[in-house]
């Protein structure tokens, strides 16, 4: 068989030309169309990682914040418990300072109520003494007792201090100076003299009497000097009795 070159050549022109044209109009367009198909696919692939990274950031942020939540919730209620407990601390320590002070308070009140009784007692017991005593005295009460009290108060009023004395004559000097003297029982004349003289030795100069009866005073004499006044009877000896009595209360 021989060989015709023309024939061959022709036939491979036709199979270039079909390889073109297979190439320009079927493999071409399909490549294209796989290449599209690929860059779809990758594109939608890229667009799911994202979606799926996204998704888990997101995952992981939730996990994140549920944790943070948690431990927030955590340090919140382990706070209420705290201020809680310390509430509850800080009233119960106003509770006791309440109660102490209620029952200081009631101590108080109960002490003062008590002292207010014994002292009613007291200054019950005290008037009663002192009428008791009014009553005995009066009873034993007469000039004799009453010469005894002059004579003791005439010693006394030697023994004045020099101070007391020129404190006297400083408020009646200047003029004769009217006394009074009360008695609860009249005086006797070597009395009234004893009694003028000793004044005139207090005052430093010359003074006048004038003698008063009393039966109040029980026993004993007052003399009022100025602004001064000399008491030696058993009515002011029972009087000045009670009120020390009461202020030692």
């Known amino acids: ?27 071409k367009p399909v490549l294209k169309v796989i290449g599209e198909r690929k860059a779809s696919i990758d ?18 942020q939730y996990e994140s914040r549920l944790g943070d939540w948690e431990r927030e919730k955590e340090r919140a209620r382990s706070q209420l418990i705290e201020e809680l407990t310390a509430e509850r601390a800080r009233s119960m ?21 008590a002292r207010e009784v014994i002292q009613r007692a007291e200054e019950t017991a005290i008037t009663q003494g002192g009428q008791f005593a009014a009553r005995l005295l009066s009873r034993l009460t007469g000039p004799e007792l009453e010469a005894k009290i002059i004579d003791l108060f005439l010693a006394d009023l030697q023994k004045l201090p020099d101070d007391r004395l020129q404190a006297i004559q ?39 009497c ?23 009877d058993l009515q002011g000896e029972l009087g000045f009795f009670a009120e020390a009595a009461r202020r030692g209360n």
């Open 1 to 27: 068989m021989e060989l015709d070159w023309s024939t061959f050549v022709l036939e491979i022109v036709n199979f270039l030309v079909l390889v073109w044209i297979l190439t320009r109009f079927l493999y």
């Open 43 to 60: 594109k939608a692939l890229t667009a799911s990682e994202q979606v799926r990274a996204e998704a888990e950031a997101l995952r992981q």
């Open 93 to 113: 320590a106003a509770l006791r300072i309440q109660l102490d002070q209620e029952r200081e308070r009631a101590r108080v009140v109960e002490e003062r109520r």
């Open 170 to 208: 400083t408020n009646v000097s200047g003029e004769e100076a009217l006394l009074k003297v009360t008695s609860a029982f009249p005086l006797t004349p070597p009395q009234r003299e004893a009694l003028l003289g000793m004044l005139k030795k207090l005052t430093g100069q010359e003074v006048v």
């Open 210 to 232: 004038e003698f008063l009866d009393d039966k109040s005073l029980l026993a004993g004499v007052r003399i009022s000097v100025g602004p001064w006044l000399l008491c030696a």
